[in-house]
């Protein structure tokens, strides 16, 4: 595992970059460094928002392993901390932006890991995002959850920074 990144943000908040391998024990080694910087900051890792943001984070790398690996060697996992609400992003450098299944695959391979993001997130009040990177060859999938029922994250970021 490499750090790519520490700060602190305005206004008492912690962000961190590191990169994961794009292989099978990328997912493991998120969880373990993820959880360890939750700790870190003060989180309790029993808490449902913060146990769901430990799935999110190994659905996400899992799949930088499944669908992104040919075309990059490592996935950068993002976790930030600010205005109550706990971020996860994992970028890769695959240009395919992808969509949760509404059923998973028929032979039961797989197809099921967006949409268990998606439910974590909207179960917590958060919010999803996958916006491409500038030039189109690759993409970060971004899930900002409150840490207290709010808003949205975003929109409780915004008020903050005002």
């Avoid at 700790?39 to 808490?47: A, N, T």
């Avoid at 996860?88 to 032979?107: C, E, M, N, T």
Wanted: with cysteine; net charge negative; hydrophobic share 45%.
């Amino acid at each position: 595992m490499e750090v790519l990144g520490v700060g602190r943000e305005p206004l008492g908040g912690y962000r961190i970059t590191f990169a994961v391998p794009t292989k099978s024990e990328g997912a493991s080694a998120a969880r373990r460094v993820a959880r360890e910087i939750l700790v870190d900051w003060g989180l309790d890792l029993d808490e449902p928002v913060v146990d769901s943001a430990i799935v999110i984070i190994s659905e996400l790398v899992t799949n930088t392993a499944k669908h992104a690996a040919l075309l990059c060697r490592q996935a950068e996992v993002t976790l930030a901390l600010e205005y109550g609400c706990l971020s996860v992003a994992v970028h890769d450098r695959h240009p395919h932006r992808p969509k949760a299944l509404l059923s998973p695959h028929p032979d039961d391979s797989g197809g099921w890991g967006l949409q268990l993001v998606r439910d974590l997130t909207a179960e917590a009040g958060g919010r999803t995002e996958v916006p491409a990177d500038a030039d189109g060859g690759g993409k970060t999938v971004r899930v900002e959850l409150p840490l207290r029922r709010v808003a949205g994250c975003w929109a409780t970021a915004a008020a903050g920074a005002a």
